[in-house]
């Protein structure tokens, strides 16, 4: 398989995969999202973590924050992405969630 049909399939899943998505009911996404949120702060990872890496999320996306709230409270470093250019990003450390930029 080349690497093009690679990125081709890979671009056709992630489409599939955000219209499943947004089709889910808020209610059923916001339940879904508590427990995604209770798994990461439960796991061992987390517990250990001195720094956390996240991401804000898309309206489709998991919500996450509940963990940066958690992890803030903790004591712990958070840090969040922004992206430079195409393929290119760095991290930087975030205090307050009003501090990200779109």
């Given amino acids: 398989m080349s690497t093009e049909q690679i990125r ?11 219209q499943k ?15 995604i949120c209770d798994n990461i702060l439960n796991s061992m990872s987390f517990k250990y973590a001195d720094v956390v890496l996240m991401f804000c999320p898309t309206e489709e996306e998991i919500n996450i924050l ?21 393929g ?7 205090d307050d969630l009003s501090e990200l930029k779109e």
Avoid: T
């Fill in 66 to 86: 509940p963990v940066f709230e958690v992890a803030k409270r903790l004591g712990k470093r958070v840090a969040f992405p922004k992206c430079f250019s195409k």
């Fill in 8 to 18: 081709n399939d890979k671009r056709e899943i992630r489409k599939l995969n955000k």
């Fill in 21 to 35: 998505r947004a089709e889910i009911d808020r209610d059923i996404k916001s339940g879904l999202d508590s427990k």
């Fill in 88 to 94: 290119m990003m760095k991290f930087f450390y975030v």
